[in-house]
């Protein structure tokens, strides 16, 4: 089924009605709308009591739908993978920033040395 972002071919828009996310992602309007109440990854925007949905957060339907009906995650399970890889994406961009200001410190050194 649709399991990464290759997969799907959206519009040239950047926001997106529920209709269409459901047309797009297969879940329908009411299924959405429980899992914005479940997952905090999930946060249309409201305007005009219509909610908008951007690329990244349809991307994270789709991968939740994976988890929940491809690889029979529980909600609470598909919570906390969710969160361990967000937890894990923050670790990762601190690593990278204190190896570039590592990195900095190692060519100051090396033109002070040369």
Known sequence: ML????EVSLPDKI???IGE???FTGIKPYVLRYWESEFE????????SQRLYD????HTIIKIKNMLYEQS???AGA????KEEANQKRVSTKVN?????????LKSIKQNLG
Do not use: C, M, W
């Open 3 to 6: 399991q990464n972002k290759a």
């Open 15 to 17: 926001y997106f009605r």
């Open 21 to 23: 996310v459901s047309d």
């Open 41 to 48: 990854e999930i946060t249309p925007i409201r305007r005009k």
């Open 55 to 58: 690329r990244e957060a349809i």
């Open 73 to 75: 995650f529980t909600i």
């Open 79 to 82: 919570k906390k993978k969710l």
């Open 97 to 105: 920033v204190l190896l570039h200001e590592v990195l900095g410190e």
